[in-house]
């Protein structure tokens, strides 16, 4: 969603990747954005998310970008994905269209369940829309490891999605006037 | 407290907000203050803290902030929340007029317990005023989700808010004269 | 391998060192490189490494530059390393001419295995040259205190060499135009 | 010691300090220092640590700086307190002539002991002045919630301190010509 919109320039891409045989999983924080308020302050205005794209594979190391299908995880789930221990399950609902006339057309799940053996996870993608009467599911198995880089990967990510990364960089200019400071 | 004295401009408001049926929990850390001190350092002059905002409901997704009740973590509660494991219960308790004249006259205690089925939490303040003979108390529900987030979020403000934040950023000018550094 | 390539000024070099009675190990992050793609936004093009450099002794508290064996750790395997509990072990295999004409000629394994008394661990880089029919092997013992550095300054590291740490620092500049922020 | 040389402006003073009945603790991190290299980088010149500065109390609230005692934790000894679970005992040992003529004649222990409850440990800190022929201990006693907040500080810190703070913000400059990176 938050890709469809014009982007100014100064950002910077740097996906992580994880390509399996039958799909792709690629995973990017999308920063929130602020608003201006008096007197010369910021108030958040979107929140920020972690973007999860997944897409099927069309072959050998290729993967089909136009099939791709977004799920967009917020704080909280956020919170939900980095506090699950190695046993738990997760699912989460989406409606894109959530609070409109379009409501209920698209229904997204995403389903993160552990292997059996504990080597790792599912994370699995259904994204039913009634309209057009597509069931789509991408899969894509998580190691230990990969799942290891999103739980430090989401922790480090979740205060700056929450906004919380500007709040530590503001100066309190009574107190700090003539100096500079990082 | 802080809310209430002349807000300098450059402030970033990006507030954590959990909505629930009957009330509201808003969570923001608050920056410490600094001193000017010879030769041209800073010393921590008011401590930051992790300020909890409650507000009851007054109708659906609806809160009354005329009448909500604040909670300011120290940096040890904060601790004390983030080193709390899924079966242990929490219980902070403020004066906000402690040393003064007023000392007593307002009792405000924090607590939080697990739910039995190890779900989440309840967040319950308890506001006793015994001049006005009041007796506030408004219980938020946090899921185990959200509590992850607050855990994630607290842990990052921590250092800020003790004012390390500022420690990592200076920067030896005898050494590094001549280099522009981050 | 990075050492090699031409270096621009304004680096800081801080490796962490583990000097030991028979060997070394000496680490530190290598942060990936960005390329210009438009309109005036940055692509990571080079992933980030920890790079683990091995040294054997040759005499008390002396070890051979010229005798180093490099291992350059990808974000996966980092993932993979914080989460090691106590008693796990891991291994790691790198080709360093994957992909080449000259694939499978070198073969570099890293070992990573508990004491049994769980005071430590054990890093072995076997580094095995078919063409030249060497193979070294160097081992550097690990205490629980070391290891715990690594955990921490790993977890720290992971989000810089994805290109997450950039991600953070990127401003929406329509929103914040005319205010300066951190 | 780090104290007692001449300080350049610009610098930030934020200690965490714990007052209790018979002594306090105030704890401190201090970055390293870095020297210019060809061709215009830094290499790391003098090690960073977490300063502990214990202080005998002199009456109610009162403590005597004049009788203080420093101990200064290496990056390694942080790891280990940052790893130590709520069953565990740590002892540090510190010579702060290591390697000069007086080595042996000033000996530093600290000693961190969980209470038998697991309400919080005891952080000893002997000092033994064989020429002086003294022999100063001070012991602090630290609650769950104070050692959680230093372990989250140390976690923090403990990056910093190794220089790998610095790692973070450089910039290759090839790459990112014209655009302005935070």
Redesign the interface.
């Known amino acids: 969603q938050r890709r469809d919109t014009p982007?100014?320039?100064?950002?910077?891409?740097?996906?992580?990747a994880i390509f399996k045989g039958k799909a792709a999983l690629s995973i990017?924080?999308c920063?929130?954005?602020?608003?201006?308020?008096e007197?010369?302050?910021?108030?958040?205005?979107r929140r920020g998310s972690v973007m999860m794209t997944f897409m099927p594979s069309i072959g050998e190391r290729k993967y089909d970008w136009a099939k791709k299908q977004l799920f967009a995880l917020s704080?909280?789930?956020?919170?939900?994905l980095?506090?699950m221990d190695s046993s738990e399950s997760s699912e989460f609902f989406h409606d894109p269209s959530m609070k409109s006339s379009n409501a209920g057309q698209v229904r997204k799940s995403l389903s993160i369940k552990p292997h059996a053996d504990g080597s790792g996870y599912f994370f699995s993608l259904t994204v039913n829309n009634s309209l057009l009467k597509t069931n789509d599911r991408i899969v894509v198995p998580v190691?230990?490891?990969?799942?290891?880089?999103?739980?430090?990967?989401f922790?480090?990510?979740?205060?700056?999605i929450?906004?919380?990364?500007?709040?530590?960089?503001?100066?309190?200019?009574?107190?700090?006037q003539?100096?500079?400071?990082?």
């Open positions: 982007k100014p320039s100064g950002r910077v891409f740097a996906p992580y990017e924080p920063l929130p954005t602020f608003a201006k308020i007197p010369g302050n910021l108030r958040i205005d704080a909280t789930e956020v919170g939900s980095i506090s190691t230990k490891a990969e799942f290891a880089v999103m739980k430090t990967a922790s480090f990510a979740l205060p700056h929450m906004g919380w990364g500007r709040l530590t960089g503001q100066v309190d200019t009574a107190a700090t003539g100096i500079t400071l990082h």
